[in-house]
């Protein structure tokens, strides 16, 4: 069975489609079988970022409502033989997803595949809520500062009570992204330090990644950043919180600082 992975925020435009896209390709780089799901009804962002906009025939809205089989919805990535986008619709109907059809979708996603990254929708609402539903692990993507941070406390508060897992007690494995890092920024003091944001939501950082223009360049070319340009800074960052996904231990390190966030955490702790 495959593991079902939300990637969620509440505040939009942190990062989401972007994280969704290149870590799901990071772990298809891997040799993994990964589905990328759109549930962000009526925006489809994640196709023009994975570049498949123009072949985009039939979307979860029409497999749910029984308009398409699955495998006709789903398109293979043209790069990657294992990596897979399930589209969203951009119908205006955001009742277009039923919990029951959601469910089927999921169930059979989770046969199929290693891996099935829900890409949420911003907001506290039934898409977001949808999207975390059938959760094994959530990745939550904040960006250093205030606003964004507030309402990433309010996604794990959703992400402990309105899932499956909560309800049957189980404890959702929840992880850090934090995105848009700007060490100029932090420097001047213009962002929350990476220490804060840990402190204020108290779960486990899964990746620090750097505010870059490859990322932008990536996304205009229709590729997941990781395949894009697999050396930038930010596509190192992602193929590592990729392997920590997958269970790997390894150091994080800020960006534009020498020393590891641990060793930095350690020594403060050893003043
Ligand atoms: N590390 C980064 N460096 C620079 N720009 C970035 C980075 N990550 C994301 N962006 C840009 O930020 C914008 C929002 O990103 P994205 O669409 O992934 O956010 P989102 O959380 O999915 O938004 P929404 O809530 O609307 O779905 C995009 O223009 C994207 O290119
Ligand atoms: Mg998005």
Request: proline share 4%; net charge neutral.
């Amino acid at each position: 069975m495959g593991k079902v992975i939300v990637v969620t925020s509440g505040k939009g435009g942190v990062g989401k489609t972007t994280s969704s896209a290149a870590l799901g390709a990071a772990l298809a780089q891997r040799g993994e079988k990964v589905v990328v799901v759109d549930f962000d009804v009526g925006l489809r962002n994640l196709d023009l970022v994975m570049g498949a906009e123009r072949r985009v025939v039939y979307d979860l809205v029409n497999v749910i409502q029984g308009e398409a089989k699955l495998t006709q919805a789903l398109i293979r990535d043209k790069r990657l033989e294992t990596l897979f986008l399930l589209p969203a619709s951009q119908t205006r109907d955001k009742d277009a997803l039923t919990p029951e059809g959601v469910e089927l979708v999921m169930a059979e996603l989770k046969r199929v595949f290693d891996w099935v990254i829900c890409d949420s929708p911003a907001g506290i609402e039934r898409g977001a809520t949808l999207a975390m539903r059938h959760a094994d692990m959530a990745v939550v993507v904040t960006n250093p500062e205030v606003s964004s941070v507030r309402d990433s406390d309010r996604i794990i508060g959703l992400l402990d009570s309105k899932t499956l897992k909560a309800e049957r007690g189980e404890r959702m494995e929840k992880h850090l992204l934090l995105t848009r890092y700007d060490p100029n920024r932090a420097e001047r003091g213009d962002m929350l330090k990476v220490e804060d944001v840990l402190e204020i939501l108290s779960i486990p950082l899964i990746g620090i990644i750097p505010e870059s223009m490859d990322v932008l360049r990536a996304s205009n070319i229709g590729a997941p950043v990781t395949l894009a340009d697999a050396r930038s800074a930010p596509a190192m960052a992602y193929f590592d919180a990729a392997r920590r996904l997958a269970g790997e231990v390894l150091p994080i390190t800020i960006p534009g600082e020498k020393r590891g966030l641990f060793g930095k955490i350690f020594g403060r702790r050893a003043a």
